[in-house]
T-cell receptor, first 115, second 114 residues
Framework: AQKVTQAQTEISVVEKEDVTLDCVYETRDTTYYLFWYKQPPSGELVFLIR??????QNEISGRYSWNFQKSTSSFNFTITASQVVDSAVYFC????????????FGGGTRLMVKP | DVKVTQSSRYLVKRTGEKVFLECVQDMDHENMFWYRQDPGLGLRLIYFSYDVKMKEKGDIPEGYSVSREKKERFSLILESASTNQTSMYLC?????????????FGSGTRLTVV
């Protein structure tokens, strides 16, 4: 069965600090997809990134970067020079190719960025 | 701009009431999903649907049912609301296939059962 673990339930940083959100997953499939979503106080989950299991290249998008390592079953998310607007709950999620596009979510990490 | 709209942002219902949560998407997506979100538990899948009149149970379907009579609308029904169904409910839609970019979520309905 698939499982996603986000061990950090809450992280608090001061603005401009870098912060890494951890995500560890379990799956028996060789083909799967990993996601990160952001949930701001408004409540709507916002899609950030999708990676497939065959592409281990790290990705950078502005202040955001993702590190995918199959050897450790991890898909960590780093925010560089954090800002107050980054305050949100962040979810990591996994979908197995054979699971019909169903997403399994981790428990979420609440990030608080203080000015 | 593509949208998933949930009819109510906040709801308060009494124990034993029948509750309907409505979700409409305007993206012509085939797949629609209902999740509930509880602190520390993340999002858990209740039901999903791949097509009109089609439904599949998720991880926690007990106490819930769904209806999908039209492609754009997916309703979650609490047959007899109980206090342990107090939660945030999130609807999502998505398109399958290799080009899949993930779900689009609604803003959620925070349901309180008293």
């Amino acid at each position: 069965a698939q499982k996603v673990t986000q061990a950090q339930t809450e992280i608090s940083v001061v603005e401009k600090e870098d912060v890494t959100l951890d995500c560890v997953y379990e799956t028996r499939d060789t083909t799967y997809y990993l996601f990160w979503y952001k949930q701001p106080p408004s409540g709507e989950l916002v899609f950030l990134i999708r990676r497939n299991s065959f592409d281990e290249q790290n990705e950078i998008s502005g202040r955001y970067s993702w590190n995918f390592q199959k050897s450790t079953s991890s898909f960590n998310f780093t925010i560089t020079a954090s800002q107050v607007v980054d305050s949100a709950v962040y979810f990591c999620a996994l979908s197995e190719a054979n699971a019909g596009n169903m997403l399994t979510f981790g428990g979420g990490t609440r990030l608080m960025v203080k000015p | 701009d593509v949208k998933v709209t949930q009819s109510s942002r906040y709801l308060v219902k009494r124990t034993g009431e029948k509750v309907f949560l409505e979700c409409v998407q305007d993206m012509d997506h085939e797949n629609m999903f209902w999740y509930r979100q509880d602190p520390g538990l993340g999002l858990r899948l209740i039901y999903f649907s791949y097509d009109v009149k089609m439904k599949e149970k998720g991880d926690i379907p007990e106490g819930y049912s769904v209806s999908r009579e039209k492609k754009e609308r997916f309703s979650l029904i609490l047959e007899s609301a109980s206090t342990n169904q107090t939660s945030m409910y999130l609807c999502a839609s998505g398109q399958g296939g290799t080009g899949w970019g993930g779900y689009t979520f609604g803003s959620g309905t925070r349901l309180t059962v008293v």
